[in-house]
């Protein structure tokens, strides 16, 4: 078993290295899709925000790079990772993936198709990544001065995106539910520009005029970031921890419409928001940490 881990983890390296070529900066997964190298800061919920800044590996997406030496590395560091993340919305391509899922079962491809037909837009051919479970990645560029934040959903059921501060699975990596693999035909096309219509959709919808949002502290950013990085499982968790860290070291109320709105971003509603921000409320409130305590559901 012990020989199969190492050579997969040899596999995803290789992998990893060849998307660096392309200009796509990677990390390391484990099995189970998540950055294969644990933050340095779990267990402290006193330390500021920090995306890599510290010098240690750890950071999720934040680690990602082309440079070589630095993704052998990372490797290194993670010798059970078996797989490779993707970071979009990273120069020189600003990658944006249109995650296509098939659980709950969803026909997401239908549901794109009927957003072309409505919206007029078509998509280029581009890398398509096939998933274990079925379901498909489509590679889109979008432009250098344009975020594309992270969703689950919105945009239809089945459909989610992977902006800025996400991450794709890469091609070759294996897991726990099987390996992903290019689909024929597709390896070799660059990722095609993200079609003006569609890059509509993906951008948050506008503020109703009159309304100005507060703007969070700038050491609440990091929270903000890490809400809005939460993939389909993690949404609730994600918020409701930095939800307890906002309010254990009294950044509210300022930051809570900015994390609520992350959380929308994620998929989430309102409503699913605000009960899960409430639940952190009365925990903090209730049980306040010791110094020498280990957060409950630190990352």
């Given at each position: 078993?012990?020989?199969?881990?190492?050579?997969?983890?040899?596999?995803?390296?290789?992998?990893?290295?060849?998307?660096?070529?392309?200009?796509?900066?990677?990390?390391?997964?484990?099995?189970?899709?998540?950055?294969?190298?644990?933050?340095?800061?779990?267990?402290?919920?006193?330390?500021?925000?920090?995306?890599?800044?510290?010098?240690?590996?750890?950071?999720?997406?934040?680690?990602?790079?082309?440079?070589?030496?630095?993704?052998?590395?990372?490797?290194?560091?993670?010798?059970?990772?078996?797989?490779?993340?993707?970071?979009?919305?990273?120069?020189?391509?600003?990658?944006?993936?249109?995650?296509?899922?098939?659980?709950?079962?969803?026909?997401?491809?239908?549901?794109?198709?009927?957003?072309?037909?409505?919206?007029?837009?078509?998509?280029?051919?581009?890398?398509?990544?096939?998933?274990?479970?079925?379901?498909?990645?489509?590679?889109?560029?979008?432009?250098?001065?344009?975020?594309?934040?992270?969703?689950?959903g919105r945009l239809a059921p089945g459909i989610d995106i992977r902006g800025a501060g996400g991450y794709l699975v890469g091609p070759g990596s294996r897991t726990d539910h099987g390996t992903y693999t290019t689909a024929p035909g597709t390896g070799h096309?660059?990722?095609?520009?993200?079609?003006?219509?569609?890059?509509?959709?993906?951008?948050?919808?506008?503020?109703?005029?009159?309304?100005?949002?507060?703007?969070?502290?700038?050491?609440?950013?990091?929270?903000?970031?890490?809400?809005?990085?939460?993939?389909?499982?993690?949404?609730?968790?994600?918020?409701?921890?930095?939800?307890?860290?906002?309010?254990?070291?009294?950044?509210?109320?300022?930051?809570?419409?900015?994390?609520?709105?992350?959380?929308?971003?994620?998929?989430?509603?309102?409503?699913?928001?605000?009960?899960?921000?409430?639940?952190?409320?009365?925990?903090?409130?209730?049980?306040?940490?010791t110094p020498h305590e280990t957060p409950r559901w630190a990352p």
């Open positions: 078993m012990a020989t199969t881990n190492r050579q997969a983890t040899t596999l995803a390296l290789a992998h990893a290295l060849t998307a660096a070529e392309r200009g796509l900066a990677v990390i390391p997964l484990s099995r189970t899709k998540l950055p294969a190298l644990r933050s340095p800061h779990r267990g402290d919920p006193a330390a500021p925000p920090c995306h890599g800044e510290c010098g240690r590996f750890g950071h999720g997406v934040y680690d990602a790079s082309t440079d070589p030496r630095r993704i052998r590395e990372l490797f290194a560091a993670a010798p059970w990772a078996t797989g490779y993340g993707i970071a979009c919305g990273l120069p020189p391509h600003q990658l944006i993936g249109v995650d296509l899922d098939t659980k709950s079962g969803t026909d997401s491809s239908a549901a794109l198709r009927e957003l072309a037909l409505r919206h007029l837009f078509t998509i280029p051919p581009t890398v398509v990544v096939l998933t274990p479970s079925g379901g498909r990645h489509l590679w889109l560029t979008g432009p250098r001065d344009v975020v594309i934040p992270n969703s689950a096309l660059p990722p095609a520009p993200c079609p003006r219509a569609l890059l509509r959709l993906l951008l948050p919808p506008p503020r109703p005029q009159g309304t100005t949002a507060a703007r969070p502290p700038a050491h609440g950013q990091g929270l903000i970031h890490f809400v809005q990085a939460a993939h389909e499982g993690q949404r609730n968790t994600r918020l409701f921890w930095a939800a307890c860290r906002a309010y254990e070291n009294g950044l509210t109320p300022d930051l809570l419409p900015a994390l609520i709105e992350a959380a929308r971003a994620t998929g989430l509603t309102e409503q699913e928001a605000r009960a899960t921000i409430a639940s952190a409320s009365r925990l903090t409130t209730h049980r306040p940490q």
